[in-house]
């Protein structure tokens, strides 16, 4: 593998660099990127609005998609420079829903209508989306999932309850996965369905996190009408859908670029703090601690190049637990370089950022409160463990094939 850019990656890379740095000037003060601080205040979500326009004037927001449907058919590796520097900045304005994971699969099973309605409004920022596909029984276990599509004519009438939908108060429009066939279980019996969020019938609650942050809500939905043309791929067959939008953008590398903008943060801060009058960085322990969190950042970086590397080459097999693993390890990594952060900045590193005790613009204790989370959302670690010994080890799906009876010959 090849690690190195080519002179048009390079010149590419830095024109991204120069526009988020000069547009990350506006950002709120103590901006630190995360979906919390995007959805939660008037004024982060103004901020995600401005950068998203901006970025579709640029042409990049959908730089992967064709170009008449917004977008310039950019390879994946371009792609992941643009998101690694998008991460490394901390910059919002890519709806990671909209951009990320239903435009791509309007792609793949949207019809001409579909695509017409929706890709060219989400590559010019102006249409928002959320995911609604977490219920209060079903997570891990997608397929679960009880919430009903009852269908009569040509409507669909949805009941039932969603949760965790991120930013589902601030969304256009929603994509979801309903129970269209009831008397079958599991994946089978499933539709996937796109809907205006302000149809009739849908009641939005708020559901603060321990930081009072409002980025999750609870979504139900009571006698919705869905027009059965807002429906992707066919009736019951839903989970063909929403395993290919399982398989978008799954890299990670916007985390780790994240996670290496903080290093480099943390260090150059360190390098002002002086103990027993020399500076912490050359404590040690404290360098020792510093090195590690490189070492890991650079690892998961190289992992999340080889995710891109290989879905180039079109080896969807070898990418499914490639990703999964750069998944798990990128949040993960992330986990530890905020705890060791903490661990060296002491209570200063724990104070919020509007105390005047407050360490770099607290972003430390902004990622304390959120970075569980990154490690659930999408797919927990033990989830991502689970398939990488699946699909890479050739290990039993589930305990029911390990105990399974021989078959007799
Ligand atoms: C920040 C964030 C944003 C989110 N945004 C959205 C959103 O926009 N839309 C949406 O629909 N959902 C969203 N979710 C919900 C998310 O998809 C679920 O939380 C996730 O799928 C886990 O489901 P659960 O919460 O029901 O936990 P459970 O599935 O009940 O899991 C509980 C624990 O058991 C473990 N576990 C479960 N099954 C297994 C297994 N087979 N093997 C080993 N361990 C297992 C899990 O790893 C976890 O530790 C979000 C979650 C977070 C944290």
């Given at each position: ?137 079903a997570g891990s276990d997608l397929a679960a ?40 279980k599991g994946s089978k ?50 989970w063909?859908?929403t395993r290919?939008?399982m398989n ?68 969807i097999f070898q990418a499914v637990p490639l990703a999964s693993a750069?998944k798990a390890f ?49 797919g927990s670690s033990e989830v991502q463990r689970n398939l990488i010994a699946w699909t890479a080890l050739g290990l039993p799906r589930s305990w029911d094939e390990v105990f399974k009876k021989p078959t007799k010959s």
């Amino acid at each position: 593998m090849d690690f190195a850019l080519t002179p048009e990656q390079r010149e590419m890379k830095q024109a991204f660099d120069a526009f988020f740095e000069q547009e990350m000037k506006d950002a709120p003060k103590g901006w630190t990127g995360t979906l919390e601080e995007v959805y939660s205040s008037e004024e982060g979500w103004a901020f995600h609005r401005h950068m998203a326009k901006k970025l579709a004037q640029k042409g990049w927001l959908a730089r992967a998609w064709p170009k008449e449907y917004g977008g310039e058919s950019a390879p994946i590796l371009e792609q992941l420079l643009f998101s690694e520097s998008a991460g490394y900045h901390l910059a919002p304005g890519i709806d990671i829903f909209g951009i990320g994971m239903i435009g791509p699969t309007l792609l793949v099973y949207g019809n001409e209508d579909q695509k017409r309605e929706h890709l060219s409004p989400i590559a010019r920022g102006e249409q928002m989306w959320c995911q609604l596909w977490s219920e209060p029984n079903a997570g891990s276990d997608l397929a679960a999932l009880k919430t009903t599509a009852r269908r009569d004519g040509n409507v669909y009438i949805l009941n039932g309850q969603k949760i965790w939908t991120s930013g589902a108060h601030r969304a256009d429009w929603g994509f979801g996965v309903f129970r269209t066939d009831p008397t079958q279980k599991g994946s089978k019996g499933i539709s996937f369905l796109l809907l205006d969020m302000k149809t009739p019938g849908i009641t939005v609650n708020p559901l603060l996190g321990m930081n009072r942050a409002h980025l999750f809500n609870e979504v139900f939905f009571d006698d919705v009408r869905v027009p059965v043309e807002n429906r992707l791929g066919e009736e019951n067959q839903g989970w063909t859908v929403t395993r290919t939008v399982m398989n978008f953008e799954r890299s990670n590398i916007g985390g780790i670029a994240t996670a290496k903008r903080i290093l480099d943060e943390l260090v150059a801060f360190l390098k002002t703090c002086k103990r027993n009058s020399r500076p912490l960085t050359e404590d040690p322990i404290v360098k020792d601690e510093l090195a590690k969190m490189a070492v890991e950042i650079e690892v998961g970086r190289a992992l999340s190049y080889k995710v891109a590397w290989i879905q180039e080459k079109g080896d969807i097999f070898q990418a499914v637990p490639l990703a999964s693993a750069a998944k798990a390890f990128g949040t993960e990594t992330m986990q530890r370089v905020i705890y060791r952060a903490l661990e060296i900045l002491g209570q200063a590193g724990v104070t919020k950022k509007e105390s005047s005790l407050s360490v770099m613009l607290g972003r430390f204790e902004t990622f304390f409160q959120v970075i569980l989370g990154m490690n659930i959302a999408g797919g927990s670690s033990e989830v991502q463990r689970n398939l990488i010994a699946w699909t890479a080890l050739g290990l039993p799906r589930s305990w029911d094939e390990v105990f399974k009876k021989p078959t007799k010959s």
